[in-house]
Nanobody, 115 residues
């Protein structure tokens, strides 16, 4: 059974930082591209950042220079360091594991940034 379990969400003031973690089980972790997506109320789910097994990364335009994605293949864990948070970063953040023919989602963790 595949599980992606996110943690680290919460409330933060604008300009603050949070670190999200996602622990994966039931998959061969280092064969998956891992990603963080977010969905704000009334908006479509969007890519925040992704990282492939060799460490190469990709970021959404709105978070470049503020967020950093990383992974620890030995711990089956992907992280999202979020700095300089803005009110518009408020959303439910979802962990994703994807490869050809396979795609899995976590349950999501709420991040709320207030001014």
């Amino acid at each position: 059974q595949v599980q992606l379990v996110e943690s680290g969400g919460g409330f933060v003031q604008a300009g603050g930082s949070l670190r999200l973690s996602c622990v994966a089980s039931g998959i061969t972790f280092n064969s998956y591209t891992m990603g963080w997506y977010r969905q704000a109320p009334g908006k479509q789910r969007e890519l925040v950042a992704s990282i492939i097994s060799d460490g190469r990364t990709n970021y959404g335009d709105s978070v470049k220079g503020r967020f950093t994605i990383s992974r620890d293949n030995a711990k089956n864990t992907v992280y999202l360091q979020m700095n300089s948070l803005k009110v518009e970063d408020t959303a439910v953040y979802y962990c994703n594991a994807g490869r050809v023919w396979s795609n899995y989602w976590g349950q999501g963790t709420q991040v709320t940034c207030s001014s």
